[in-house]
């Protein structure tokens, strides 16, 4: 059974900082790229910050410089850790696993950030 479970998430100042976490089971958790997404109230989601299979990261302009992604294969664990963060940055925030090879994607439940004085 596939699981992907976020933690992590909860009510910042402006400012603060959070450190998400994204426990993954059922899978071959090294084959896969991972991603953290985010969806605010009336948005569409985006795609926030990747770490490849092989350890590659990638970030949205408007995290760049404030976010860092990570991964753990040996704890098949993915973490975001999020400095400076500012209300726009309040939203849903959604662990994804992509398959290296094929088409095969997985999501997490999500965890709720909230970035507010």
């Known amino acids: 059974q596939v699981q992907l479970v976020e933690s992590g998430g909860g009510l910042v100042q402006p400012g603060g900082s959070l450190r998400l976490s994204c426990a993954a089971s059922?899978?071959?958790?090294?084959?896969?790229?991972m991603n953290w997404y985010r969806q605010a109230p009336g948005k569409e989601r985006e795609l926030v910050a990747a770490?490849?299979?092989?350890?590659?990261?990638n970030y949205s302009d408007s995290v760049k410089g404030r976010f860092t992604i990570s991964r753990d294969n040996a704890k098949n664990t993915v973490y975001l850790q999020m400095n400076s963060l500012q209300p726009d940055d309040t939203a849903v925030y959604y662990c994804?696993?992509?398959?290296?090879?094929?088409?095969?994607?997985?999501w997490g439940q999500g965890t709720q950030v909230t970035v507010s004085s």
């Open positions: 994804n696993a992509r398959n290296r090879w094929y088409y095969e994607t997985y």
């Open positions: 059922g899978f071959t958790f090294s084959n896969y790229h």
């Open positions: 770490v490849s299979a092989v350890g590659t990261t």
